[in-house]
């Protein structure tokens, strides 16, 4: 058996360690790759080397940015006293996209979980608790995923904020949704969370 | 709303043109390659830019190697006159895992098809008829895709090598497969092609 050149099989390991990508499609990948060099593989490699450089992390609330203060927390206009709270940034950004949310953020970096060894301190949860104490917050917006992980942390950073209001995002039906097509708990939700019309 | 720095979005750009990725995986592929900045993203980035550099196609068969010949066209071993014919060359390289081929290969970089308007031209299929005239060649081996496309390639390229011997894989049952979970194709490709005991 003739293996594939080094390089490339150094580049496959490399691309099957991305989330959403196993061994098989990232030989795809990379021989797509390969296929486009010009259009495909040297701008990778240059918009990686870039990112590598000029990517950092928010020191106030861990969103990605170009500098220790990302562009939200430097923003005087989205200082409104409200801080949602994310499990991650592809979810900050998922609230940007939807365009509703004019407060700031704080991005936990995961959840609390007893199955990965995963508590506070592993999280961005005592820095959230001295921005409480630094900032004049006056709302902290839980936008955590519904799932018992989630609902753990919401209700633990809950208990560690006294005195300040922490809300947590609606649980219901999604818009466009079908209830044949919805799983029991949201169902039940949504029906437990009924408003008078 | 506040988009991620251009940097980011220019590679989540590039990623989300890679095979297997979609806008959405080609975010969360872009926040693990920044959150893994030393161990993936400067490494995946240098060894984009090597095989930037190194990586070619072999002038015989299409093969990526190093070289203008690759190891497979080099290796002298291998001049069993056996030519095995595959789509592209990641299914060259599932030839070679399962270790049984011992002969060449002809990379074609495609099928023949009416409707992306692929012609004869557009494959490796001329460099496929000059191997045949200039190399000693008994046997070509058709591993096309059981495909409309990939049947009607192995047929054109039957008719144009008139008085060589152009054999194609079998079609049955996969090893491990149960005939439950087949396509009707398959049971009646299988059941035309049964062997006596």
């Known amino acids: 058996m003739t293996r594939p050149p080094s390089d490339i099989e150094d580049l496959i390991g490399l691309m099957a360690r991305l989330p959403g990508l196993g061994p098989r499609s990232a030989r795809r990948a990379v021989l797509q790759l390969v296929k486009k060099r010009g259009q495909l593989l040297l701008p990778l490699s240059e918009a990686m080397a870039k990112v590598g450089q000029t990517a950092r992390e ?24 409200q801080i949602c709270v994310v499990e991650d940034v592809a979810d900050l950004w998922a609230m940007e996209r939807a365009g509703v949310f004019r407060g700031r953020y704080h991005v936990l970096g995961g959840t609390l979980s007893a199955l990965d060894d995963i508590g506070p301190e592993e999280l961005r949860i005592p820095r959230l608790k001295s921005r409480v104490a630094e900032e004049t917050v006056s709302e902290i917006i839980l936008a955590l995923p519904a799932t018992i992980d989630g609902q753990t942390t919401a209700h633990y950073i809950a208990g560690e904020l ?36």
């Open 58 to 81: 928010c020191l106030t609330c861990g969103n990605i940015g170009t500098s220790d203060t990302c562009d939200i927390c430097a923003d005087p206009r989205r200082a409104t006293g």
């Open 162 to 197: 006294p005195g300040i209001t922490v809300t947590s995002l609606a649980q219901g039906v999604p818009v466009g949704g079908e209830l044949d097509y919805l799983d029991d708990g949201t169902i039940t939700a949504a029906l437990n969370a009924r408003k008078a019309l």
